[in-house]
């Protein structure tokens, strides 16, 4: 009880000691009214002794009575004492069960603060890092900046340096362009002659080098200036000697060739001896004049019991073999070949010899009595007497003119300042 006293509030601590003051007091009522009726029987006997049996029997009565009230009296104490009890029970209870929620309420008030504590220590030692982080990036980014404002600087005196050299070249642009635009024609008829050349002696393109030297002719033409005419008639020349060279297309001739490198399969060959045909014998004739063939059949017959043979019948072999068969036509194929390549290339002579070779293997191993052979030759006849070499002229005469003009042009301009 004093372990739960001293757990128990002010508050409690007080109610409990009125409580116990009050049982002490309940104790106390029943012994004094023990004490007085003790003395009222003492003070009974001593008057029933002196009285007469009627009030002996009143007596008696009396002591009846005052037996009664205090077992009366001694009920209700413990009645009372018992709800005090239980009133104590329940105060002590209460005041346990509030004990223990102050307990829990303090064990998770703890527990709560514990949590917070670590988060906020947790919280500033991530805010510390990303102090650290942020000062390491910013002395990064310093240092970038610092090497950007430097390629800043240089970039704008690069910027400057190319603006004043902008600024000069367009003054002199604008003094070229205002001064004679009409020199962008003669420019660009230049340009058109050094193409043809590179057309006609890279890629052996006539046509396509006529039409430049003549789109080349019509921009002089536009440009109006009899100083150029000499130029023009340059150009006029350079393209008659263009137009004489030999127009045969190369490539027809090679596409003709690719053509019967396909029939090469489909060419029979004479690979076959034809064997002696037997003679019959005939009967003697009684014609004077066939006296040397009956002669000749008379004395076989006479002397044919002389002589014996003996008659052997076999296959025709292949007067080739397979093989060989197959060597011919890739020997053809290969010169077609190369004719193909010679004529691509222009080379004359190297296409005269691969078609020579052709004609040879045609005649030697091939069968010339069948109808296919004999056009595969006339085919290949007419391509070898088909004349595509060239002659190309070594230098297109205007070139050298026109660039000599546009010369004296740009210095005539740049020294005098004038037109």
């Not at 919280?123 to 390491?136: D, F, G, M, P």
């Not at 004739?285 to 002669?295: G, I, L, M, Q, Y």
Request: charged letters at 20%.
């Amino acid at each position: 009880m004093a372990d739960n006293k001293d757990d128990l509030s002010a508050a409690d601590q007080k109610a409990l000691a009125e409580l116990e003051k009050q049982l002490a007091k309940d104790k106390a009522a029943p012994s004094s009214a023990a004490k007085s009726a003790t003395n009222t029987r003492s003070s009974d006997k001593s008057t029933t002794q002196s009285k007469p049996s009627f009030s002996s029997r009143k007596s008696s009565s009396n002591t009846k009575t005052a037996d009664s009230s205090p077992k009366a009296k001694t009920g209700l104490l413990w009645f009372v004492t018992v709800i005090n009890l239980l009133i104590l029970i329940a105060i002590i209870g209460a005041g346990y069960w509030a004990w223990l929620q102050w307990q829990g309420q303090s064990a998770r008030q703890s527990g709560a603060l514990v949590e917070q504590q670590n988060l906020i220590a947790t919280q500033q030692q991530k805010v510390t890092q990303t102090l650290a982080e942020n000062q390491q990036l910013k002395a990064e980014i310093q240092q970038q900046n610092q090497g950007l404002q430097a390629s800043v600087s240089s970039l704008v005196e690069q910027l400057q340096l190319t603006d004043s050299q902008t600024q000069s070249n367009q003054k002199q642009l604008t003094e070229i362009s205002g001064r004679r635009p009409a020199d962008w024609l003669l420019a660009e008829a230049d340009y058109l002659v050094r193409m043809a050349g590179r057309k006609l002696w890279l890629e052996h393109d006539v046509k396509t080098a006529i039409m430049m030297l003549q789109s080349a002719d019509s921009r002089i033409q536009d440009l109006d200036d009899p100083s150029l005419l000499p130029v023009r008639e340059y150009l006029a020349a350079d393209i008659q000697t263009l137009q004489q060279i030999n127009q045969v297309s190369t490539s027809s001739i090679a596409l003709a060739l690719g053509a019967m490198l396909k029939q090469v399969d489909n060419l029979p060959l004479v690979f076959f001896e034809r064997p002696k045909e037997e003679v019959t014998e005939q009967a003697v004739t009684d014609s004077v004049d066939d006296w040397r063939s009956n002669f000749m059949r008379n004395f076989h017959e006479v002397t044919k019991d002389f002589f014996s043979f003996k008659k052997v019948t076999t296959d025709i072999k292949p007067f080739m073999s397979e093989q060989q068969r197959w060597l011919l036509k890739e020997q053809l194929s290969f010169a077609l070949m190369q004719a193909q390549i010679a004529v691509l290339q222009e080379n004359q002579t190297l296409y005269q010899q691969a078609l020579q070779q052709g004609f040879a293997l045609l005649i030697e191993h091939f069968d010339t009595e069948q109808d296919i052979v004999v056009q595969f030759t006339e085919s290949l006849s007419n391509l070898q007497q088909t004349d595509f070499s060239r002659n190309y002229p070594s230098q297109l005469e205007a070139a050298p003119l026109l660039q000599d003009v546009i010369e004296s042009r740009l210095d005539s301009r740049f020294v005098n300042g004038s037109n």
